[in-house]
């Protein structure tokens, strides 16, 4: 194989998108190894691998005429194909793929088939776009898929991109303030929350929202009441059973999604305190089960299903090679008042 051309391009200039066969020449390789990596097959060595990549990275690669096009399909990837979240992101995106009689095709991340990454499987199958929610794709990823001409788009992105990616979200942070001003306005002011991972911008919005909520109402900051958390069941349980044997436990738990609030009910129900009248418990999501606990949790409604076919949208639109105007969107949140909280105790009396 000879090696790969990087001398540098004329200021300014844009190289010419590179065919299969041009590919294969300037990578000293065949045009089948060629398409195998273009098309994500795992039966190519490493270093050759790399090579056709970085070509493709540098000027591109323009799909010949007679090659067969995208497969009429959307790609949903997860970080994690767990609990009820996954199941509102999935009704949303199959709604407009009906409306353009596309298939949909679900990827975990974590799942990795023997000798071939994510990047390779979905290449495998040449979707019409992807929608990756709450995932940390990493630039190299990100890079391969824009230099295939896949559109992207980021829904409820794990981490700050770097990428010029479209994202849709929600309103994180006013939900937090929201979640937390509901509890002082009911007279709370020892309010404990649990955090989702600190890495996340989902998890570092709400927790600035509960600091801005408690800012502006002039109730001082008390760091034994923030536990950082995972958005995870069995974390928001030891999280409150630590949080109950404080020498002054909270008085209301701020939970950062629904299904660490499940956590902070069954700590309750452990040190047999009822909800709400001895501890008010608000949350984030609005999923299954929220309305079938008991009590009723108050949670922030995130419109995840609207996220996600906003997103689908979105990479329709690209797909058709359209402009897309705004390439940000941020949906906004609801407070959803139900049974689990109440004026705390002390008030009461």
Excluded at 212 to 231: C, I, K, N, W
Aim: one cysteine or more; aromatic letters at 4%.
């Amino acid at each position: 194989m000879t090696s790969v051309d990087d001398s540098p391009l004329a200021d300014g200039a844009r190289p010419e998108p590179l065919t299969i066969a041009q590919l294969a020449e300037r990578a000293g390789v065949s045009v089948a190894t060629v398409s195998k990596v273009v098309n994500g097959r795992a039966d190519v060595a490493v270093d050759t691998r790399e090579a056709v990549e970085q070509l493709i990275r540098r000027y591109g690669y323009r799909r010949q005429k007679k090659a067969a096009g995208p497969a009429p399909m959307l790609e949903l990837v997860f970080h994690e194909l767990a609990g009820p979240y996954p199941v509102e992101i999935i009704k949303g995106v199959q709604r407009v793929a009906h409306e353009h009689s596309l298939a949909v095709a679900v990827a975990e991340l974590g799942l990795q088939a023997p000798g071939r990454g994510l990047t390779e499987r979905i290449l495998a199958r040449r979707p019409l776009g992807v929608i990756a929610v709450f995932s940390a794709l990493t630039d190299e990823q990100v890079s391969q898929l824009h230099a295939r001409d896949i559109p992207l788009v980021l829904v409820d992105p794990a981490r700050d991109s770097e990428a010029d990616c479209p994202v849709v979200g929600a309103g994180n942070w006013s939900g937090g303030l929201s979640a937390t001003r509901h509890l002082l306005q009911l007279g709370h002011r020892r309010i404990a929350t649990i955090t989702g991972p600190p890495h996340t911008i989902a998890g570092r919005a709400r927790l600035d929202g509960y600091r801005a909520a408690l800012d502006m109402a002039g109730v001082p900051r008390d760091d034994s009441l923030v536990r950082t958390g995972d958005f995870y069941t069995d974390t928001g349980l030891s999280h409150t059973r630590d949080l109950l044997r404080l020498p002054d436990p909270p008085t209301a738990v701020f939970a950062c999604n629904d299904g660490t609030a499940l956590g902070v009910y069954r700590a309750a129900a452990e040190a047999r305190l009822r909800i709400p009248d001895d501890l008010s418990v608000v949350a984030f999501d609005d999923l299954f089960p929220s309305t079938w606990l008991a009590p009723p949790l108050t949670t922030v409604r995130q419109p995840l299903t609207e996220m996600a076919a906003t997103a689908a949208t979105m990479a329709v639109t690209l797909a058709r090679g359209e402009t897309l105007s705004p390439r940000r969107i941020e949906l906004t949140t609801e407070l959803v008042v139900r049974n689990s909280t109440a004026p705390p105790a002390s008030a009461a009396r």
